[in-house]
C-alpha cells in the first residue's frame, strides 16, 4: 500500500490526466482498492481504506478543489464489483467489510488537517468525502437487497432494472448495470433478452456521442430512432443521455 500511495503521488499523470489510459489506470486502481478494502481482516481493511483516502485527497489539490474523475470511477467501479454475485453468489464481495472501511474513510477525513480548518480557510474536502461515502452506502444497501433474491431470477432482474433506472443521470452507471442484466440473462440462456440489453446499451452509446459531438460521430446513426424498429423501449435511452448528465 506504501508503493501504491507513492506511485500516485510521484506519477500523478499516470491517473488524473483526461485521456482514455489514464481513465483507464484510474478505474482499475479504483476497483482493486475497493476489492482490498472488502477484506475480512481489519489492518487490511484499513491500509485499503488508507490509501482510498489518499487517492481522493491527490485527486482533489490536483483538480483545484475536486475530485469527481476520482468519484465517478470508485462509483462505477463499485457497481461492477458489487454485481460479482451473479457468478460467485454470496462469496463474491464481502460488504459487511466494504461498509467498515467507507466508516474508516470518514474517520480519515475527519482527522486530516483539512477538517480542522475554520472559516472562509475550512476545506470541502472532508465534506465530499462524507457525501461520496454515503452514496456507496446506498449502492451497497441496494445489493443487499438483490442477493436476498439470488435464487429468485424474475425478482433479482427486477430489482436489476429498479436500479439500473435510479440512475437515468449517470449514463455510466446505467450503463454498467445494463450490461449486469444482459450478464445474468446470458448465464441463464435467455439470449433474447441479453440482446435487449445490449440494444439499450448501443441506445444509450449513440445517443451519448451526439450530445458531445467529436470525430467520426457523423457516420453514425443520429439517434435512438436507429433502433426503433427493433425495439420501441429503447426510446428511453433518449432521456437518458442529455447533456445535463455526468458521464465521464
Known sequence: ??????????????????????????????????????SKHPAIRSQAAGSLYHLLQESFHRSEGTFEQVRRRVTTALSTLVSEY?????????????GISLRTLLA???????????????????????ELSVGLHLILTDT?????????H?????????LARSYARNPNLRLTWLHNIANRHMLRGS???????????????????????????????????AFMKLSTNVWEESEMACSRCTWR
Not at 10 to 38: E, I, M, W, Y
Not at 144 to 152: E, F, G, N, T
Not at 154 to 162: A, F, G, K, Y
Not at 192 to 213: D, K, N, R, Y
Open 191 to 225: 439470449y433474447l433478452e441479453a440482446a435487449q440489453c445490449l440494444l439499450h446499451c448501443a441506445a444509450l452509446v449513440i445517443e451519448h456521442l451526439h450530445h458531445e459531438g467529436g470525430e467520426g460521430v457523423d457516420s453514425l446513426p443520429v439517434s435512438v430512432d
Open 144 to 152: 443487499v437487497k438483490m442477493r436476498a433474491y439470488y435464487d429468485d
Open 1 to 38: 500500500m506504501a508503493l501504491q500511495r507513492c506511485l500516485v503521488a510521484k506519477f500523478p499523470h499516470l491517473l488524473f490526466f483526461p485521456d482514455n489510459t489514464a481513465s483507464s489506470l484510474l478505474g482499475q486502481l479504483c476497483a482493486q482498492l475497493l476489492r482490498v478494502a472488502s
Open 108 to 130: 480519515y477525513s475527519g482527522k486530516a488537517p483539512d477538517s480542522t480548518a475554520t472559516g472562509n480557510n475550512k476545506s470541502p474536502l472532508p465534506g465530499l468525502i462524507k
Open 154 to 162: 424474475e425478482m433479482l432482474i427486477d430489482l436489476m432494472h429498479r
Open 86 to 98: 451473479e457468478a460467485f453468489g454470496p462469496s463474491g464481495l464481502n460488504d459487511d467489510g466494504l
